[in-house]
Structures are given as C-alpha cells and as structure tokens.
C-alpha cells in the first residue's frame, strides 16, 4: 500500500516512469474516490491532514468516520522488488522527520522499466540525500532514453559502463516476472533497519549483492561483486546526491557513459520509441 512504501513526509519512491523529476505524492481526488468506495483507515486519516477542497471531494467526497495513522514501519514488497527502509515514528514521520531508504530488484517493467536495478533512494529529514530522476516526461524525447532510462542515471552498479541486461516482455507479463531478483535477508527493529538483495539478471557473468543498513543517523551501504565467469570486470558504484561526497580516499578524474545499441537503452526490435509508437 502507498504508506508502506512512503519516506519520511509521505514522500513515494521514483521508480521507473514515477511521477517526472519531482517528489510524487498522493493526488487528494484518488484519496477521496478510494475513502468513499473502501473507507479505508489509512485514507480517512491522510484526508483529514489536507483541505478537501476540490471537485473530487464534492463529487464523491464523504464524511470522514473510520481513520488512523499508519505507524511508518519497514516493509518488503518481494513480488514487486522493492525493499522500504524506514526510521522514525508516530506524526513526526509523516511531517518529514526521520529517514528512509528504498532499494529495487524486482522485474525490469518492460516499457515503464529502467535498466536501474538495486538502485536506492535515501530521504534524511525531507531532504534527499540520493534519488532517483524518475523520468522526463516525454518518451519521444531523446533524452528519455540516453539519460533517464539508463544505468548511469540510477544510484546503482555499472558493469563493464554498460546498461543493465533485460529482456523485453513485450507486454506479456509472465514474462516480466520471470526475470527478478532477490531478496536474500531483511531486519525490521526499532533502532534499525536492513536488506540483502540480488538481481543476477542484471549483471550477466557476475554476482552482485547490495546490503543496506539504515539508522535514524546515517546509511551504510556495502556493494559485494563477484565475477563468475574468470573474466576482469569493471565495477563502477554511482551516487547521485545533491551535495559533494567528502572522503578521505583519493579521487582521480574519469569519466563514465552506459553504452548499448545506439549508445541508449535499446527499443524492442520494430518498437522504437517516436511519437505514437505507444
């Protein structure tokens, strides 16, 4: 449900086609429509945080009976390949205080995926310290594809600068499904939280496991990768934060860029992406 997957603020995670380069959050009209079909707890509670102002809530907008605040525990959606970090409580949570982490290794999402498997987003107080960039509102632009779809633009591992493997579905679900990743361990306490998670699929020849370890403090993040097939492999791990990373490692200038066919995230063969296409 969206408050198990929400950071602090009840700020949701951009993940694939989410929302463009901003912070989704829940449209107050599908609020209305859901509280006045199931009247649910959750959404009687989130209703009552906003005003009820617009069309929706004259239109099927009800008295608000039933209502609680969800408790912003840490959750583990394994079918879809998301892992939801989360520390804080009660309403500091949801007024922003507090920190969350989300991490992906479900099935790529055929048209709407992005080749960004084991990418993480991380929110400290309603500031994101790493995010995703979601996507760029328009598919027949070029740079949907050279840039939001693609490996480099995710908090993630690169291997060998290249994009992630998948295989398109071509709209057959089952198909989807059938390439996922893992979730190996997960800890849900009151001091802490933690994940291990795999998505072999993406890393063809290699294995790859992300842990992460998330305080009310800080996240640790610790990245294992393990060649299978003899060969020497680069290893490129991207954070893609707001401010500068301080370390006292050296750093040496370089540069990166995922390359595919066409230096892009490839279109299904006979499918390219152009206006009407979809």
């Given amino acids: 449900t969206p408050p198990g997957m929400a950071l602090p603020g009840g700020v949701l995670p951009l993940i694939g086609e989410v929302g463009g380069d901003s912070r989704p959050t829940l449209h107050t009209s599908w609020l209305e429509l859901a509280y006045a079909m199931y009247e649910t707890p959750w959404i009687g509670w989130a209703l009552g945080q906003k005003p009820r102002a617009d069309l ?39 007024d922003g205080l507090g920190a969350g982490a989300t991490l992906t290794f479900g099935p790529h999402g055929d048209w709407h995926g992005h080749a960004g498997k084991l990418g993480i987003e991380y929110l400290q107080d309603a500031d994101y ?30 291997l060998d600068g290249r994009n992630q493997a998948f295989s398109w579905c071509k709209g057959r679900p089952e ?16 001091e802490a939280s933690a994940c291990t998670v795999s998505a072999d699929f993406a890393y063809p020849g290699c294995r790859v496991l992300r842990t992460l370890f998330l305080t009310k403090d800080y996240l640790l993040d610790i ?13 490129d791990w991207l954070a893609h934060g707001g401010g500068r990373i301080v370390t006292a490692l050296p750093f040496a200038p370089a540069g990166l860029a995922c390359v595919a066919t066409g230096e892009t995230v490839p ?12």
């Fill in 56 to 94: 929706w809530a004259l239109l099927v907008g009800r008295e608000i009976g039933a209502a609680a605040m969800p408790e912003p525990a840490s959750s583990l959606f394994a079918a879809t390949g998301l892992a939801v970090l989360r520390q804080g409580a009660g309403p500091a949570y949801w």
């Fill in 129 to 158: 310290l790493l995010r995703d960039h979601g996507h760029s509102g328009g598919y027949a632009n070029p740079i949907h594809r050279q840039w939001y779809m693609s490996t480099l633009a995710h908090s993630t591992l690169v």
């Fill in 175 to 190: 198909l989807d499904q059938a390439q996922t990743g893992r979730c190996h361990a997960s800890l849900a306490g009151p």
């Fill in 223 to 235: 990245m294992e990768c393990e060649a299978l097939d003899e060969a020497e492999h680069q290893f």
């Fill in 267 to 278: 279109s299904p063969a006979g499918l390219p992406y152009a206006p009407g296409s979809m």
